[in-house]
């Protein structure tokens, strides 16, 4: 299946199969994998959970013994890893075999400094002595490029952060130069400009190492930044796999396509509002499979598709998939997507904007109690000063990493949490700072979607319970009418009555999130505040929400205020666009203004650090230095000139930049004229491989 | 630097809850129940005796004022005069202190150290026949308080076999090495009861511990077993431990005012039980006042054993 | 020796992942069905409620009678459980103690728990200073150990078996509102409960109707839990003569009174010895089972 040049594979699974023993039945994780990776080479294993991909990392680390059946083959350099007794194992653990985890935070002991859980691992397999250790550990410290390795290695993991950590775990993965490295999501969770950091270390290191690197993920982006060859997995098999270049441009099963279609995409004006969603949802894991298990969900699938396993087919020399009419899949892009339904009625042209921010504050004191009392705990600023304006049916979309301040602002609009000064208005006139203060009629416009679709929804509450709630607490239904009108909210989600009587642990997550959606429109808001809708979602399911919203939107002319770290689903789905910092603007405007040049340097940063899909990126790759900022300790002037890669001069570190807009409604806040930021971001497009 | 802000920080708050207490211990006993000379001379007391009772403890004086008088002389070491031993408190009080500590510290330092070693022996075997058996006597003995242990214990070893005396009515004149003896029995209890409550919750932290991604992290690195243990899962397992024996330090006073009327030890628990039995109100506050300040002193310790080994809170 | 970590969380088996959907038939039903334990302490417990029943119905000799002819006597056939020094027979003084021991842990517990919950959930809601506030006045009730607690309390009111479920509610109600607020802190921050506040509910509303029904599976291992407890503490007291009082058949006075005769008559301090573990057996057992079940931390607590 995969072209070995250049000698005897590190690694080849062949029908690896896991299955998990549990109280309901045994749950089939892995349904005969068979993968080959030859020395010095990157393979990218993605998929979206629920697909085994993680389990398929455990397993090639022979380390699911004791929790899962394993079989087949694991052949580690030609050595059946699997019923490897653990004391041989052990040899090869650490030693050849190296593996990165998901979340460093947890993945490292909290009480042994960072320097000495890299040296034990010398000392166990090489046999070096104390101060030989340290020295190696220091060089490792300084591959990775952490800035100062002796400073950094008497550190506790908590004194670091993710991204720092996340380095740590790599060095330790290295410490032997392993023949096999296994990464799995080691930049989830990650800020995307860390993340950006990490991905080039890896990139840089596959062309060091003679290691093979299997590199599990569920972002393409990744995939096609870094991997040669890649293997799609979907409920436990993989759908296909072949050169990642060939993969993306001409996949042969219809999943790959899908996958890739419903993709929002950073590198271009979407062309209509919907994306071609992938409907339905994974087979049950606990099910025989007897047939294409992406069947229920292919457009494509014919009556032999239902009835009869796929095979294996050989699709192009090195590229093959598991469908039995690949040469019918059509190329990417080639799917319309549907179109968006009548608005009811006309769009009011108001002349004041429905939401208002002026001026918005909020600091809070880092330890709340006795502490605060006792001892004086830091001033948090999360948000500084921030004013914006939400008009009629539109998105305004607020983007920010973590610590931005963003999730601040929508549960200061939504009246979760009181500002510490500044003014929110709803049609130009004040609204009282907590909920419970504000008319009925105005709690009824403004409703809020949140991000994690776990928690929701009152886990304890059926749905109907929780879509009928607000009707009846606005007074819209009664005990006779509110079934059916719970009913009919439901269907414009998209779900079907039957869900009423359910509990949310019976839904899926981008059920329970079309739910919430259904009780924010209960009562036809007319602003909505989507706190990162999509970011615990599936690529597949974020695609589904994000087509409900934009359909909701276009019929009932409500606005949103969309929070959101990703600037892809932004482009997509807004009209204009905040870019916050530390909790100030740094930039504003129109959407397709705010992802052209000239951008404020962050957001220049930002943008180069999206892993994206396309071969040639519009931006260059500039990437943000230093650490990540203490929102306690905000710097003087501008707050982002510590990190600044076009930082100017002491005038950054004096004065705050002012907003400065242009007639279009783009406004920057930089001490670098426009003019001169549009020179310096278009001179040497560089573009990323 | 830090350390000394932590520990300051941790005395200020020791103060406060000692100040707390201390109102609370006052008002439960003078102000609850309304009457302090009732409560110590009984209803059939004649109104002369009362208001002559009332005149020697100063209770016609207001509750705030006569609060402030106490603390004021306990501060100051004036600690009264016992109604039924008509002795004055705190050379009474701080004598029976020291015997109780006795037991106390001997209990401990035989239980801690056990009780980690059999909680950690335990999960290296977890769902073994060790394991469960250690699961299952524990719940037991956790399960049978100690007035029922130091009554087996008295019969089977005390009576039974002879081999201990079984009570330990001693002269308080005595030297340690001469009583010795005598506190086997009520130690063993104090030690089982201990062992017992700490192996359970060392056992648990040690199971958090040991499900932590950390742990699977270090495993595959090819550490071997007894480093992952000992250094990965251990330093961690302790931590909680440590709070655990903060809180066994309340359940062993507890026990140690069970234990000492079971072998009528005289110690500061017996005292007490005395104190409330005969409404002796100045040996009952300031015993209180004493045994609160014990425990929270023993916290105080654990909060500072607990900082110096979380690098979390250290740094 | 290493924990196995599962199957990963996305590939349980759909409906009911857990915790979130149990109901009391099935958790009922999944403990005995799964554990032999749970069984046992059960059928401990069923035992002794029978007892606390029954007991007094069933029991040969009321447990005041005196037979002055048959003191200190071994069990025979005519005293099943031997006689004591007044001739009361000591099985039926067992079995009406029952009564007393089981009903004064309920309502203790009850009581204990009870307000432990809303002063957890109230603190938690809430925050700032009304929290700040309870959980200092809640760190100042067990700044004093448990036992001294209860005596200090009992001594100024009396030993009057209200008294001392009160004093038991209130030495357990700083532990339960300290597990219960650790609990409702996570649930507070939930986004329902968000939801719930943009909404403008009520904070009544909030704490009853949303986070009280989530909370359930923690609070009734901390119930069983604190039950066991209330055993001890309530034997413990009566032993200390703090308790019931003479003649009362209150199982940890029996110990006490049996004390002084150990070398001639030990049956008198056996029989309600093993009263009392096996209450408190049943209850542990339980507690640990039920809260392996329901997936929370909570083995080894007992205080």
């Known amino acids: 299946m995969t072209r070995a040049p250049g000698g005897e594979p590190v690694l080849a699974v062949r029908d690896l199969r896991v299955t998990y023993r549990t109280g309901a039945g045994p749950v089939r994780a892995v349904k005969g994998v068979s993968l080959v990776l030859p020395p010095g080479r990157v393979l990218g294993l993605v998929g979206e959970s629920g697909s085994g991909k993680s389990t398929v990392a455990l397993a090639v680390m022979a380390a699911l013994e004791s929790e899962a059946e394993v079989t087949g083959e694991v052949r580690f350099r030609g050595e059946n890893l699997i019923g490897k007794p653990e004391r041989e194992l052990r040899r090869l653990w650490g030693r050849r075999l190296a593996m990165v985890f998901q979340d460093p935070t947890s993945t490292l002991n909290p009480v042994l400094t960072v320097g000495d859980q890299l040296v034990e691992v010398l000392v166990e397999h090489e046999g070096r002595g104390p101060a030989e250790a340290r020295a190696r550990m220091l060089e490792l410290f300084a591959a990775v490029q952490l800035p100062n390795p002796a400073e950094i290695a008497r550190r506790y993991p908590h004194q670091l952060s993710g991204g720092q950590q996340q380095r740590v775990s790599i060095a330790t993965a290295l410490a032997c130069k392993p023949a096999l490295l296994v990464l799995d999501e080691p930049t989830t969770g990650l800020d995307v400009t860390t993340e950006a950091r990490i991905l080039d270390l890896v990139d840089s290191l596959r062309q060091r190492t003679a290691a093979g690197i299997l590199y599990i993920t569920h972002n393409l982006g990744v995939i096609a930044r870094l991997a040669d060859e890649v293997a799609v997995m979907y409920a436990g098999e993989i759908a296909e796999q072949g050169p990642v270049g060939a993969v993306f441009a001409r996949p042969r099963h219809p999943y790959t396509v899908a996958l890739l279609d419903c993709l929002p995409r950073i590198d271009r004006p979407p062309a209509t509002r919907l994306l071609p969603a992938i409907e339905g949802t994974l087979p049950d894991p606990r099910a025989e499979v007897c047939a294409c298990q992406f069947a229920p969900r292919c457009a494509l699938a014919q009556e032999r598709c239902r009835g009869e396993h796929p095979g294996w087919f050989e699709t192009a020399p090195g590229q093959g998939a598991r469908c039995f009419y690949w040469e019918r899949v059509p190329p990417p892009g080639t799917v319309r997507a549907p179109a968006l339904a009548k608005p009811r009625g006309r769009a009011s042209t108001r002349p004041v904007p429905l939401l208002e921010v002026v001026d918005l504050v909020h600091h809070y004191r880092q330890a709340g109690g006795l502490t605060a009392m006792l001892g004086r705990a830091p001033i948090v600023r999360a948000v500084d000063r921030v004013s914006l304006g939400v008009v009629p049916a539109e998105t305004l979309a607020v983007v920010g990493e973590s610590g931005s301040g963003k999730t601040t602002i929508a549960r200061c609009v939504t009246g979760v949490l009181q500002p510490t000064a500044g003014e929110i208005k709803v049609d130009g006139r004040p609204v009282p700072r907590r909920p419970a203060a504000r008319p009925r009629k105005l709690r009824r416009r403004l409703q809020i979607v949140f991000q994690n679709p776990d928690l929701t929804l009152n886990p304890r509450r059926t749905i109907l319970e929780a879509v009928a709630r607000p009707l009846r607490l606005f007074g819209l239904v009664d005990r006779r009418t509110r079934r059916s009108a719970a009913a009919r909210l439901l269907e414009a989600v998209g779900l079907e009555p039957r869900y009423l009587d359910l509990f949310p642990a019976q839904l899926s997550g981008g059920q329970r999130q079309r739910v919430a959606i259904a009780r924010a429109f209960a009562c036809r808001p007319d602003l909505v505040v989507c706190d990162e809708p999509t970011s615990a979602l599936d690529v597949s399911v974020q695609a589904t929400v994000l087509n409900l919203l934009a359909s909701l939107q276009a019929r009932e002319h409500t606005s949103y205020l969309f929070i959101s770290h990703d600037l892809s689903v932004v482009r997509h789905i807004a009209n204009r666009v905040v870019v916050l910092y530390l909790g100030r603007i740094c930039e504003a405007g129109p959407t397709e203004e705010v992802f052209a040049p000239p951008w404020h340097p962050y957001t220049e940063v930002l943008l180069s650090a999206v892993p994206s899909l396309s071969a040639t990126s519009v931006t260059g790759t500039i990437r943000l230095e230093g650490p990540a900022p203490n929102p306690a300790v905000l710097p003087s002037g501008c707050p982002f000139h510590p990190r600044c890669p076009r930082k100017l001069g002491p005038i950054c570190e004096r004065e705050m930049p002012p907003l400065v807009t242009t007639d279009r409604g783009h406004a920057i806040a930089c001490h670098i004229p426009r003019a001169d930021l549009l020179r310096l971001q278009t001179a040497a497009p560089v573009p990323v491989s | ?315 | 020796m290493f924990a196995p970590l599962g199957v990963p969380a996305e590939l349980a088996p759909g409906p009911g992942a857990r915790a979130a959907i149990w109901r009391g038939a099935e958790v009922a039903w999944a403990l005995l069905l799964g554990s032999p334990a749970a069984m046992v302490g059960a059928l401990l417990l069923v035992i002794h409620l029978g007892l606390a029943v029954f007991g007094p119905a069933l029991a040969p000799y009321h447990f005041a009678q005196f037979n002055i002819l048959h003191t200190l006597e071994t069990p025979s056939r005519d005293f099943l459980g031997g006689t004591d020094q007044f001739g009361r027979d000591q099985l039926s003084r067992v079995m009406w103690g029952a009564r007393s021991t089981l009903l004064l842990a309920t309502a203790s517990t009850l009581l204990g728990v009870g307000l432990g919950v809303v002063v957890g959930m109230v603190g938690a809601f809430y925050r700032g200073f009304v929290d700040e506030l309870l959980m200092r006045i809640m760190d100042a009730l067990m700044a004093l150990p448990a036992l001294l607690l209860a005596m200090l309390l009992l001594t100024t009111v009396g030993a009057n078996p209200v008294y001392v479920a009160l004093g038991i509610g209130v030495v357990f109600m700083p532990r339960s509102a300290r597990v219960v607020r650790g609990i409702a802190l996570s649930l507070a921050a939930a986004e329902f409960i968000d939801a719930a506040r943009a909404r403008g509910e009520r904070g009544l509303y909030i704490i009853f109707a949303e986070m009280l029904p989530n909370a359930w599976a923690p609070i009734i291992v901390e119930l069983t839990i604190r039950f066991a407890y209330a055993i001890l503490l309530a034997t413990s007291l009566g032993f200390l003569g703090l308790g019931a009082q003479p003649p009362a058949p209150d199982w940890g006075l029996m110990i006490n009174e049996a004390l002084p005769f150990l070398a001639q008559a030990p049956w008198l301090a056996i029989l309600p010895a093993a009263a009392i573990s096996s209450s408190v057996v049943g209850a542990n057992l339980l507690g640990d089972a039920l809260s392996d079940l329901l997936a929370l931390r909570r083995r080894g607590e007992t205080l």
């Open chain 2, 1 to 315: 630097m830090r350390v000394f802000v932590f520990v300051g920080r941790r005395l200020l708050l020791l103060a406060l809850v000692m100040a707390i207490v201390s109102v609370l211990i006052f008002g439960i006993v003078q102000i609850l129940p309304g009457d302090v000379a009732v409560m110590i001379l009984g209803t059939s007391a004649t109104p002369a005796d009362l208001a002559s009772l009332r005149q020697k403890l100063g209770l016609d004086r207001p509750a705030a004022l006569r609060y402030a008088d106490w603390v004021g002389d306990a501060i100051r070491g004036e600690w009264g005069t016992s109604l039924l031993y008509q002795v004055p408190v705190r050379p009474l009080v701080l004598e029976r202190l020291g015997k109780s500590a006795v037991l106390a510290l001997v209990a401990l330092a035989v239980a801690v150290p056990l009780a980690i070693a059999l909680g950690v022996l335990s999960t290296l075997r977890r769902n073994h026949f060790l394991d469960q058996a250690v699961g299952l006597v524990t719940l037991v003995a956790v399960s049978v308080p100690e007035f029922i242990t130091g009554t087996v214990l008295i019969l089977v070893l005390g009576l039974q076999f002879g081999l201990l005396p079984p009570s330990s009515l001693i002269d308080p004149r005595a030297s340690l090495w001469s009583i010795a003896p005598s506190l086997v029995l009520p130690t063993l209890t104090l030690v089982l009861a201990l062992l017992a409550h700490m192996t359970r919750m060392t056992r648990a932290s040690m199971l958090d511990v040991l499900e932590k991604p950390y742990i699977r992290a270090a495993r595959l690195k090819g550490l071997r077993p007894r480093v992952v243990i000992l250094r990965h899962a251990l330093r961690n397992a302790l931590l909680p431990t440590v709070g655990i024996v903060a809180i066994n330090v309340g359940f062993l006073i507890g026990g140690i005012v069970v234990v000492e009327t079971v072998f009528a030890y005289p110690g500061l628990g017996r005292l007490m039980v005395d104190a409330v039995n005969h409404r002796d109100v100045p040996v009952i506050q300031m015993a209180a006042l004493v045994i609160a300040l014990t425990y929270a002193l023993a916290n105080l310790a654990a909060d500072v054993v607990y900082a110096y080994l979380d690098p979390r809170i250290r740094y």
